[in-house]
């Protein structure tokens, strides 16, 4: 379990950061399809936050079907939780980061080559694997 250290000044609510962090979780493999998650009062103490500010969370995740309930057992994980968060993350985050990559680049006057060849090169050096198709 990775350890959150919440943002309290940031514009970014805290109940959106605990979703977040158990997002993470996730796609880390910490918390794994159907198993249970943290209670809100769990969190609440892990974190030292109100217990609706959790629930707000959690509600968020189920809300997703990321999560599921089990009435008078909890929250579990949803078995294709992994690939629900994946695709979010891919479709709202990465698209942004793009976009924001992009626009940059042609205010630098940065040209698609330049861009890619960039991204081949910072792939590599991040450990990723080499996508490239002759």
């Known amino acids: 379990m990775s350890q959150l ?7 970014k609510p805290i109940y959106v950061q605990i979703a977040e962090w158990l997002e993470t979780e996730i796609l880390s493999a910490s918390i794994k399809s159907d198993e249970k998650i943290y209670s809100q009062y769990q969190l609440a103490e ?3 936050i109100n217990p609706a500010t959790a629930a707000k969370g959690l509600n968020i995740l189920a809300d997703e079907k990321i999560l599921y309930k089990k009435r008078g057992l909890g929250m579990f994980v949803s078995p294709k939780a992994k690939e629900s968060i994946q695709e979010k993350r891919k479709n709202q985050i990465l698209k942004n980061l793009v976009l924001e990559l992009v626009t940059e680049a042609g205010r630098l006057g940065v040209d698609e080559n330049e861009l890619i ?18």
Not at 5 to 11: A, F, I, S, V
Not at 117 to 134: A, C, L, P, Y
């Open 117 to 134: 060849s960039m991204i081949k090169t910072s792939n590599k050096f991040v450990g990723g694997r080499d996508h490239e198709r002759n």
């Open 5 to 11: 250290k919440l943002n309290t000044e940031g514009m």
């Open 46 to 48: 892990m974190f030292n």
